[in-house]
């Protein structure tokens, strides 16, 4: 298996293991607030080149990898790229936060926190709804997002606001409902589901 530090390196084409934890991540990101992140994108990199530090010791590599996949951090990251502007190191840390949210749902280590649970189901949401009918349709993404956590009192006051700006209308909510019953990807889609499937095999071959 493949450490986390190699994961983003075959992701991004840069790597953690260049960090020399001048903290500029961390200060610049708006999301690493009090009730926000519950440490640092500077920390998460740290851990990461620990990881590979004591990869010859798999229960303590194991350990650091856990600490990074389980954290708040990694889901609680808006991508807005500052991080990655102000690295001096050239290291793409969006893109390793990506990475780090597709590696902890792949192996089963998502953070188990509310806030968390929330947004991975918002991805699986958006996800499903692209596999439905090949486009976002904000009505059966937010649907489905409802009916995955339960919050569906939460927001109601957008509609309205939503049909007057011609985001939505009522003939346009009862297609994206129906939507909701489809089991299968768009005909449009399936060859590009396909080709993902395809790569990933690959990868977990190499």
């Known amino acids: ?102 590696t902890a749902i792949q192996r089963g280590k998502a953070a188990k926190s509310r806030r968390v649970y929330d947004i991975v189901s918002a991805h699986k949401a958006f996800i499903n709804c692209i596999r439905r009918t090949g486009k976002n349709d904000e009505v059966a993404l937010v649907g489905e997002y409802k009916m995955r956590t339960g919050n569906f009192l939460s927001d109601m006051n957008m509609a309205p606001q939503m049909m007057l700006k011609g985001k939505m209308s009522p003939f346009g909510a009862i297609g994206s409902a129906l939507s909701l019953l489809k089991s299968g990807p768009a005909d449009n889609v399936k060859h590009v589901f396909e080709a993902a499937e395809a790569l990933r095999k690959e990868e977990e071959e190499q």
Do not use: H
């Not at 530090?53 to 990898?65: G, N, R, S, W």
């Not at 990074?68 to 502007?85: K, R």
């Open 1 to 102: 298996m493949k450490t986390l530090a190699e994961l983003v390196k075959s992701a991004t084409g840069t790597t953690p293991l260049d960090c020399y934890q001048c903290g500029r991540c961390s200060a610049g990101c708006t999301q690493n607030v009090t009730e926000g992140m519950d440490m640092g994108p500077v920390r998460i990199m740290r851990l990461i080149q620990m990881e590979e530090a004591f990869k010859d010791q798999p229960e303590t590599a194991a350990e650091y990898c856990d600490r990074v996949l389980t954290s708040d951090t990694i889901w609680m990251c808006a991508s807005c790229q500052t991080c990655t502007q102000r690295c001096p190191q050239g290291i793409d840390i969006a893109g390793t936060m990506d990475v780090m949210r597709q």
